[in-house]
T-cell receptor, first 111, second 114 residues
């Protein structure tokens, strides 16, 4: 599992509330990613990070922000959750051999 | 549109048979990676093949890459019921892309019957 954990693993929230998902890695990987997985769309990149305080947008970044103040933690924030953000969220890292490993996922439901 | 597309979308076989899944992509790649995902679970990395490689093996898995046809195949030999899962290919583009980001297809759903 490349030492990747995600929290929470499940969350139910209401429209308009802020939500923060956490990705934690223990192996000092430089590159970290947030994807979402939806039926019929596969996995799509939300944001990524190439170092502490270095982040950039992916293809579906609207409504999301990220922060990386420490190498081991990559946070994804939904400032004001909407029903369209109901999804499964995966964090990933790229290893030294360019393999990308994924965390266990967070299932988010926005009511 | 998706960079990678798997074919077939669904595959149903008996235990002991071989399963072959194909992946096509549109632009030059640095590498291609295959993943397995059991229902409701996370993605498990199976194998990475680089653009200058043609074939790789890992246990019962065999992956081929044909860059001239922009396609890859995943062969699972002597399949087992436990191989039942969705299989995804994902590509890292050769240039001009977000650092290391993967472009995923929609996956092949493999069902192996006992």
């Amino acid at each position: 599992d490349a030492g990747i954990t995600q929290s929470p693993r499940h969350k139910v929230t209401e429209t308009g509330t802020p939500v923060t998902l956490r990705c934690h890695q223990t192996e000092n990987h430089r590159y970290m990613y947030w994807y979402r997985q939806d039926p019929g769309h596969g996995l799509r990149l939300i944001h990524y990070s190439y170092g502490v305080k270095d982040t950039d947008k992916g293809e579906v970044s609207d409504g999301y922000s990220v922060s990386r103040s420490k190498t081991e933690d990559f946070l994804l924030t939904l400032e004001s959750a909407t029903s369209s953000q109901t999804s499964v969220y995966f964090c990933a890292i790229t290893s030294a051999h360019n393999e990308q490993f994924f965390g266990p996922g967070t299932r988010l439901t926005v009511l | 549109s998706q960079q990678g597309e798997e074919d077939p979308q669904a595959l149903s076989i008996q235990e002991g048979e071989n399963a072959t899944m194909n992946c096509s992509y549109k632009t030059s790649i640095n590498n291609l990676q295959w993943y397995r995902q059991n229902s409701g679970r996370g993605l498990v990395h199976l194998i990475l093949i680089r653009s200058n490689e043609r074939e790789k093996h890992s246990g019962r898995l065999r992956v081929t890459l044909d860059t001239s046809k922009k396609s890859s195949s995943l062969l699972i030999t002597a399949s087992r019921a436990a191989d039942t899962a969705s299989y995804f290919c994902a590509t890292v583009l050769d240039r001009g892309s977000t650092l290391g980001r993967l472009y995923f297809g929609r996956g092949t759903q493999l069902t192996v019957w006992p």
